[in-house]
């Protein structure tokens, strides 16, 4: 761990205490409310330096620490995008962090567009995989040797079966398939949906994939769920925006949460610490 990391994962336990956070989650766009129900305390990320800026509407800049159905959890409310700054590793010392506060699993989620009609807006779809369609990556100028991550079963294999049957217990429909990162901010066009589509993808968003790499590269395990705003462009006839995202999140959101709610209660402990 960095120095910078460690005096921010000191500080991090000086107010939310020093027990051992067991999992990190990281909420997407007009997925933030989940926060709200850590029993803890929610940190400003502006008083963790390097944290990501508040920079887009529907995130919310804190860091939730503590304890949701009876684990120790660290909830990102917001991330930084690539195409926020341009910085593809812009999660790195967040997710750093995390690691030193003691988690092993990372949950990632955010809001993406369908590319299958079997899977429509207000749906969840679990990653089997990824394509990384940026080609950006964030452990570009690491020095180390450390940097040439596998990413084969990059998406956890125990992790995504655990939140299937989580799924499952709950009655709810958690479609799998593989995202596309598109670094965004505009949104896709039509023949870019129609070319991902045919490269093998189903969903497709701006975020996570550069999360899951760090994550791989720190060590964490890691899984990622997809709320289903929108069909991507040209599949539909409804306009794309950022609103229509933030106002569609929650039809999904209510679902995600009963699904980690319940994977945090039963499976969250038959992980290996
Ligand atoms: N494309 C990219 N990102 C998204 C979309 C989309 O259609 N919907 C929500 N986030």
Redesign the pocket.
Known sequence: MTEAAGALAARIRDIAGPEPVEVGMVLG?GLGHLAAAVEGVAIPYADLPGFPHAGVSGHSATLAIGRMEGRRVAIFGGREHYYERGRADAMRLPLTVLKGLGADRLILTN???SLVPEVPPGGLMLLADHINFSGLNPLIGEPTDARFVPMTAAHDPDLRAALRAAAAAEGIALAEGVYAW?S?PS??TPAEIRAIRRLGADA???STVPEVILARFLGLKVAAISVI??M??GLSDEA?SHDH?KAMAPLGAAKLERVLRRWLREAGEAQTR
Do not use: P
């Open positions: 766009s809001a993406a567009g598109y965004g949104f896709e497709v968003g701006m705003t929108n991507g462009a794309i995202t």
